[in-house]
Structure formats: structure tokens, C-alpha cells
């Protein structure tokens, strides 16, 4: 018999670009949202007029899948380069502006950038490419080596701060402790070589815009998935306990809420998500009573520092069409593991402590706050400490082999939207390889 129903568990982007790209193949499409919006960590606040992204900040010149959808959707006008440098305020007080379109870091010196020139060839442009947004590669020499090993000498210690920490907390939300080195590539490739991406209504209006084509059910959360002689047959939900059936089941959310879902028949895949590490993230969000400079749309501290908020996003510059009032909206980063305490404290003490490690970057800018707000994502980025790699290919080859399920998650690529994409698209090829025949 077939059954051509797919039930998606989840709205964030995978969720609902797997639910989009099954719809246009004919099929019978539920997602199921725990939630009362779609987008998961893509999030737009919104405050008198104003708008701010306050969980994913931009989308990666890279992104194919992405402008498919956008395309798809008729965001594709509101699509816009974000503009200006990096400040970083270092220790001494001064400051020094970066680009990352400009092939040379004053702060680390011509013997510095020599080193940094030599990374780059040697690791990223004269050897093999793996693929930009699929893990699918086994690299011990990458995979086993943690990414502060590349630079260890005591004169490293520049390319040590405002190379790898500053790539590690602006694309890894943590500390390069917690970083092996194949992903420090791999986020490096990304961060570097590619041009940053915004929507003038938000990075989040592209899952606004989808949900709206698709059966997005809200506010229903699934307990578990439902099995039958070894095969997922459907889910059973959270609030009366009743079973959907379906041919397949996609589950499309982050790993920590996925192994929740899985029975005992799946103790493998649920150990294996079990295993990733997310840090919280609490964002902290500072309205203020007059613009900042126009050249910058991102201020760090001096990386050396290691405060519990390194950098700072002005987001109306980011993307100046969000915030019609012309005022600048500052949002602080941290990252792990310095969340893992900070994201239980009130409101109160977390704006108090980004407001110290802003007033660093930006002195003076405590007398401007209009507002604040925080925003708090219990799952922000996943972590890639050594041989992490290793495991996501075992885990998606095992997978392969389960019937009536398929998994999607930024985790298979590195914790990037179109990742979750790119493991979107290969659900739905899945489930289309087998027509949506239940046997």
C-alpha cells in the first residue's frame, strides 16, 4: 500500500525547506511545531517600527539552496550585502578596523600574515576541497587536532587571538578550546571567502515567507516517534497521546529535542545526538537613542581579553532598512562555555554584565541605552571538538539504513543555515527514492 503522507517534525529552515521542496513533488506534507512560530533560531524582534535579528544574523554568498528558496518566495529584492568593517577595541584602549575583504591584519604583523598566508594555501586553496556545507569526509589529520594547535608557538599568540578565537566565537559561539581543527577550516573558508548575505525584513522572513505556503501546525509538540516491526510508521503527540501515521517521518529538529523523540529502538541515533554539546545563548539587546559610526557594523573586544561578551553587532548598520528610526540596536555575543551559567541568570544580570564588556568596545554607549530586551535560545551552535566529525559520517551512514525516518539538522554541515538545507534537500530525495511506498 503506499502512503504518501510525510509528517516534518519542526519549522525551523530544514523543516520547512524539506516540507516546501516535498509539496512541490506532490506529496502529502504535515509539519508539526512545539512552538507558535516558525523559523526556530531565526528570529526578528520587533520594537516601534524598529526590527532586529536575534538569533541567526545573516545568510552566506554560498547559500544555493537559500536564494532557491528566496527566489521561490519573491524575497530575492530584499536581498542586500551588509557593508563596513570590524572594529576591535584593544587592550590599550585603541582601536583598529578590519575587513575581511582586505588580504592584510595590521595587528598581526608581516611575519603574522606571512603564517596566515601560508594556512590559507596550504590548507585551504592546494588541498582537496571538501564539500562547503556537508560533512562527508573523514580528515583524521584535521578531525583528531584541535584548532589551537595550528598556531602554537609563544609568537603565535596574535594569530592565536584575532585568528582563531575571533573565527571560533564569531562562527562557532565558543571558545577554540572546544573546536578541532577541521571545523576551524571549515568556518574560516566560510567566514572568509564568501560575502555576508541580509534580508531588509529580517534573516527570519524567509521562514515567515515558507510557512506561509505550507501546513504548518503550531503548538503541537510530539512526544516521541511511533515504530511497527522495526520501521517509524508516524509520531505520537505530546497533548492527548494519539498517533499520526505516515509513510515517512522527517525529524528536522535540534539534535538536544530529537533524542527526546526517539524510542528505544533507535538507542544508537538517540546516543549519538545525546553526545552533541549546544551552548545556550542569551542575547542581550540595547536600543539606542542615537546611531553609531557608519563604517562599522560590528565591534570586538580585544580577543586576548576572553570577556563573557566578546563582540557586539550594531544592527541597524548591519542593515539599515530594519531600523526606519535611524537609531542604532546593539545585540551582545557570547558563547561557550561562559553561557552555560549565564543563560539561568534574570534578565537584569545579563544585561548588566554586556553592558561592562560593551562599554569596552564602545565607551559611553551606557548613557545612550533607550531600551534593552533579552532573547534567550536554549540551543545556539553545536560544538566540533576533535574526531566530532568522525562521528556525524558514522551516524548519517547508520542512518541511512533506518526505514520511514530521515534526519535533518544543520549539525551534518556545520551549523549553518544552508547546511540544514543541504540535508533538507538529501531527506527529500530519500523519501522520493522510495515513492512513498509503506512496506
Known sequence: MENRKVIVIGAGIGGLSAGYWL????????????????????????????RVDVGAQFYHSSYHYAFELMNAVNLS???????????????????YLYDHRVPYMKVLGMKGNLKLYWFILKHIMFRHRFPMHQIVEDRPEYDNVESLDLFNAPSDKALRDFIIT??????NQG?????????FIHTFRISSFTTFIALTRGVSSLAEELAKLLPVRYESPVRRLATEKGRVVGVQMEKDGSVKRAGHVIVAVTPPCAARLLPEELEEQRRFFDSVTYSPFPMPVFFLDRPLRKDVWCYFNDPGLRRTF???????????????????????WSGHPMTLDLIDQPDDEIIKRAREDIELMIPGFSAWVEDTAVYRHPYGVARYPTRSYRSV???????????????????????????AMTSARAAVARVCEWGGTAQ
Open 77 to 95: 529584492r530584499t536581498v542586500r550585502n551588509i557593508a563596513g568593517n570590524i572594529q576591535f577595541t584593544l587592550e590599550d584602549g585603541s582601536n
Open 175 to 183: 571558545m577554540p578550546e572546544y573546536l578541532n581543527l577541521y571545523h
Open 166 to 171: 575571533t573565527v571560533s566565537m564569531a562562527d
Open 393 to 419: 559520517i558514522d551516524f548519517r551512514e547508520k542512518a541511512r539504513e533506518l526505514k520511514g525516518v530521515s534526519f535533518v539538522s544543520d549539525l551534518f554541515g556545520g551549523s549553518y543555515m544552508e547546511p
Open 23 to 50: 509539496c512541490q513533488r506532490g506529496y502529502e506534507v504535515e509539519i508539526l511545531e512545539a512552538s507558535e512560530r516558525p523559523g526556530g533560531r531565526m528570529v526578528t524582534l520587533e520594537r516601534k517600527g524598529d
Open 310 to 332: 566578546m563582540f557586539a553587532v550594531d544592527e541597524h548598520f548591519k542593515v539599515p532598512e530594519m531600523s526606519p528610526s535611524g537609531k542604532s540596536i546593539l545585540t551582545g
